[in-house]
Each structure stands twice: as structure tokens, then as C-alpha cells.
């Protein structure tokens, strides 16, 4: 297996990463991007591009749970609960916060005739924003857009929500399962997970987004399964022998994320049972090689870096964008090839602005706070 060196920002005793799991979490926030520009143009889930993009969101789950039973499993005799959820937050949370500020600074940007941002007052605003950068969720019916979205500002901020619900759930009690014990609360998860996506009232997991009762109970299993059997993976792991680790990986997941909706409106349950392969069975299988591979040349080794670097302020700064180029597309009733130019505008340019809130604003402030709140070993 390979592992990179830590970052100038991380915690004094942060052990070496991942790089080709780093690397494949850069590749599917890219994909996340592109599934998002292709909502543009979907009138349902059933017609939608890149169909499977959502699942990104369950595949990050299975490697947080992994990268966090690696970095802190064997550290409980000397690290309290208070430390574990300060670590987290200073991880996270500052570019949370920044999700939710260049939101606001684009909403007025983004009228369009699926919202209308002129009824939102300054006020109304300026609260959300606060909100949001407190990962507060919005009730249907109270946020600001009308779409029904826990964070109207930045929509990808759900899953950050159920993210900073895993951690508090690690350090209070799945830590302190036997790992037989966390085996039976992963196939329990699994089934839940199996019966939302196959029976359920939409064939898919695409949920998680809104504080209604279906998105709180499927959001709650895509997290629970994803982050267990994570853990559980980083406490079974053994490696194996594999070539090209990241390249290989890398193209299954586009695919993955890239297959065309399965079953049509009338046999649901046949992309339910996709999703549930997808985030049962082929996310973990694609986790444990990605694990078990080296990076053996220069160039996967910078492109693992990099990917890996622009992975979570990607995810995090991209949705206002997303939100303005609907508007722009729906306000000049514009075909996907008429607006190529700006998605790709969009793509390359938030993954711009992505390095730049790496190296500019989370890296400096997670140094900071780090300093501040906690004993940094040098």
C-alpha cells in the first residue's frame, strides 16, 4: 500500500495517508460536480445524466469510516471523546463555513422560474447563511429557496450533517464494538439500506437532503451502513497484490457513477437493486484495493495529490455555481451542447477555486485553530 506525507495543516501525530484512496475520493467529487451540471437538463431521476452520481456520497462514507478506524482506532487510551470531536470540527467545519458564505454571496445570482430569489429579503439571508455555517438544517417549508433542502445555500452540506452524526456515533459507541459486534450492525445497516433502495417509493438511495421522514431515514442508512462497514474494513483489512491500483479503480467508479437509469418507471426495484450492489458490495471491494495499491510512477503519484487535496473543498464550493448555471440555463432555455462551454467553465473553475480555499483560507485556518484549541506535537 502507499501512503503521502501529511500536510502542513494536519495534526502533529496524523499518520501517513491513503494516496490512492485519497486520489479516488478526487475522482468521484468530480464526478459529483458533473452529475450536478447534468440536473440542469433532468426532469426526473429517471432521465438524469451521469444517473448514478449520487452514489459518490455513499462510497465517501465507506472512506471515512475507513480512513477514521486507521487514524484513531488504537488511540482511545490517551485521546478523550472532547479531543476526537475537536479534531473533526477543525477538519471540516471551516470549509462548511465557507460553502455557506460564497452561497450567499451568489443567491441573488440565481433567479430563475424554479425559485425566485427577489422575495428573499436581506435578512432572511443573512440568517440562513449564519444557519448553515452552523450546519443548523432547514425544515421543509422554512428554507429560503422553497426546494425543501436542509441547506438551501449549499445543498452538499447534507451530507456533512449526517458526517459530523458518524463521528459523534464513533467516539460515543461504534468504537467500542467488538468487531464482531460492528460485523452484525453492517449486515443489519446493509438490509435496511437493501429495503429502502429495492422497495422503497423512488428505486434509489438518492436521499438524505431534505428533514422530511424519507430522506431522514434513508440519509440515516446510507450513513450508518457506508461508515460502519468502513470501519469494519479498516479493522479486517489485509492487503492484496495489485497493479495499477488507481487507474483501475478510478475507471470503475466514473462507470459506476455513469450507468444510465436502470428498470425505467416501472420496475423500480431493478435500479434499487444497482444502488444497493453499488454501495454494498462494490464500494467496499473498490476501498480494499484501493488500499492494497502503490503508486509506482511520478505522474498517478502527483494526480493522486492532487486529487486528494481539491476532494473535500471541491465537494464543499462547487453547489452555488451549480445553482447559477441552472438559472442561466433555464432563464435562456439553453440544450446541453449550447451551454457546454460554461460546464466546463464551471468544472475547471471550481476545481480552481477549490485549491485556492485549500491553500488560501483551510489550511491556515485549520492551522490556526489547531494551535488555539489543541497541543499540536511538532
Not at 131 to 137: F, G, K, S, Y
Not at 298 to 326: E, N
Request: charged fraction near 15%; hydrophobic fraction near 50%; glycine fraction near 8%.
Amino acid at each position: 500500500m502507499s501512503k503521502t506525507p501529511i500536510s502542513s495543516a494536519a495534526f502533529g501525530d496524523t499518520k501517513p495517508h491513503y494516496m490512492i484512496l485519497d486520489g479516488l475520493r478526487g475522482v468521484a467529487a468530480i464526478m459529483v460536480v458533473w452529475f450536478h451540471i447534468f440536473e440542469a437538463y433532468a426532469t426526473s431521476h429517471l432521465d438524469q445524466k451521469i444517473n448514478h452520481g449520487y452514489l459518490a456520497v455513499d462510497f465517501f462514507f465507506i472512506l471515512s469510516g475507513f480512513v477514521i478506524g486507521y487514524a484513531y482506532d488504537d488511540r482511545w487510551k490517551t485521546m478523550t471523546v472532547k479531543d476526537f470531536i475537536k479534531r473533526r470540527v477543525i477538519r471540516l467545519h471551516p470549509m462548511v463555513v465557507m460553502g455557506a458564505v460564497i452561497g450567499a454571496v451568489m443567491f441573488y445570482f440565481q433567479g430563475c422560474p424554479v425559485w425566485d430569489v427577489t422575495k428573499v429579503t436581506v435578512a432572511a439571508l443573512l440568517l440562513a447563511t449564519f444557519v448553515n455555517a452552523l450546519l443548523i438544517p432547514a425544515t421543509p417549508g422554512t428554507e429560503i429557496r422553497g426546494l425543501g433542502e436542509m441547506y438551501p445555500l449549499n445543498g452538499p452540506s447534507w451530507s456533512l450533517f449526517f458526517e459530523y452524526i458518524g463521528n459523534v456515533l464513533y467516539a460515543l459507541f461504534i468504537r467500542k464494538l467488538p468487531t464482531r459486534a460492528l460485523s452484525v450492525l453492517v449486515l443489519l445497516a446493509g438490509c435496511g439500506l437493501a429495503a429502502v433502495a429495492v422497495w422503497g417509493p423512488l428505486g434509489d438511495i438518492c436521499v438524505g437532503f431534505a428533514m422530511d421522514g424519507d430522506n431522514m431515514l434513508g440519509g440515516s442508512l446510507r450513513l450508518l451502513f457506508a461508515f460502519s462497514a468502513g470501519l469494519l474494513l479498516s479493522r479486517v483489512f489485509k492487503p492484496v497484490r495489485i497493479r495499477g491500483a488507481f487507474w483501475i479503480c478510478a475507471l470503475a467508479i466514473v462507470t459506476l457513477l455513469s450507468v444510465p437509469r436502470i428498470g425505467g418507471s416501472e420496475h423500480l426495484w431493478m435500479n434499487g437493486l444497482y444502488d444497493t450492489l453499488c454501495a454494498v458490495v462494490l464500494f467496499p471491494l473498490l476501498v480494499c484495493l484501493g488500499a492494497s495499491g502503490k503508486t509506482t510512477d511520478r505522474v498517478t503519484t502527483r494526480v493522486c495529490k492532487f486529487l486528494g487535496d481539491i476532494s473535500y473543498p471541491l465537494y464543499m464550493v462547487h453547489y452555488p455555481f451549480i445553482y447559477l448555471y441552472y438559472a442561466w440555463v433555464k432563464n435562456e432555455n439553453l440544450t446541453f451542447t449550447e451551454s457546454l462551454p460554461g460546464a466546463l467553465a464551471l468544472v475547471a473553475g471550481s476545481v480552481i477555486l477549490a485549491y485556492l480555499c485549500l491553500k488560501l483560507y483551510d489550511e491556515p485556518v485549520r492551522r490556526f485553530l489547531t494551535d488555539r484549541f489543541l497541543r499540536r506535537e511538532k
